[in-house]
């Protein structure tokens, strides 16, 4: 018997703040169902309860099986959901966003559509990653000079705190084994990078393909967010790796791992959210606002303006509710 529509939608009033919730939940090898209006996490040593209201986005990771229920009651109480790699070092799908607010996403839209505020959150975002040097005034091509600078420096400098040989970047897509081991590593730290930030972009509702440095690709602004953290996180830890003296490992794998507790020691998936706010928002508007009683859904209409939606704006039934 189906039992489609039975319940009401709950309003973002009866919602738990995006702000007030737990950024991300992330739970591995168990089942994932529903018990009233908690999910629960079975597995070997037992059952655990989770509000549902309580969490942002439910990253799912390996040997994880959800339930249609579970889901159900997910997708009612607006936590967005993630099916990852261990961590979140691989990005796989996703389930809605985060947010029903478009906020976020439009103002993507309107800092990558105009050419001077593109340029702007490009150079906040050196900014962010170089905070000793200000690129106030910089061109585009000066930019990208610059980061492969610091990028020349940051590998020389790893290689010099690790004692590892450093001949250079070498990677040839799709032959992993055919490089060095440090050169192996920081491939597979950037791919973790980007399943990070994938899943990050994807539970804020944000665009993956409007990049502001790179450009031309779905995931142009996912990889735009995972180089914020390449010289500070992803090649340190790469070195880190590449100095083990174990030949016999996997060194994909276990460059996976490291990068895995290097993000959870470090909270990063938050400081992504909160990046991300930083370069996309103005000031006043990173705060999560209170939220109304209803959704907010409104018409575009000439000279930028908005106009109430749900009403027939035809002639003198302008006010007709209930339109459709």
Known sequence: M???????????????????????????RCTVHRDANAITAQD?????HIPSATIGTLLLG???????????????????????????????????????????????????ANPRSRLAVARAMYRLRFPDEDPAGLTRQELLGREGRRLKDCYR?????????WRGRRYLPGDFTGADAVNQ???????CMYGIAHAVVTSLGCS????????GHELSFVLDIADLYKTEIGIPVAFDV????????????????????????TSLLDRC???????????????????????????????????????NHDGPDDYEQGCW
């Open 242 to 265: 590449a100095a083990l003296d174990d030949a016999d490992t996997d060194i994909g794998a276990r460059t996976r791992r490291a990068l895995r507790d290097r993000i959870h020691e």
């Open 208 to 215: 993956p393909g409007l990049g502001f440095v790179h450009s």
């Open 2 to 28: 189906t039992t489609v529509s039975r319940r009401a939608a709950l309003t973002p009033r009866q919602l738990t703040r995006t702000a007030d919730r737990i950024s991300f939940v992330y739970l591995e």
């Open 157 to 165: 400098a790893q290689a010099a705190r690790t004692g590892v040989p």
């Open 62 to 112: 390996p040997g994880t099986r959800i339930t249609h229920q579970a889901m159900s009651l997910l997708g009612e109480t607006g936590a967005a959901v993630c099916w990852v790699g261990e961590r979140g070092v691989r990005y796989y799908a996703a389930g809605r966003a985060l947010s029903r607010s478009s906020a976020l996403m439009e103002a993507q839209a309107r800092q990558w």
């Open 185 to 191: 590593a920081i491939t597979a730290a950037g791919q």
């Open 44 to 48: 070997a040593e037992g059952t655990t």
């Open 273 to 311: 959210v909160t990046d991300i706010k930083h370069l996309l928002l103005p000031a006043e508007g990173r705060d999560e606002p209170a939220e109304s009683e209803q959704d907010v859904v409104t018409l575009q209409s000439d000279g930028g303006h908005q106009v109430a939606s749900g009403i």
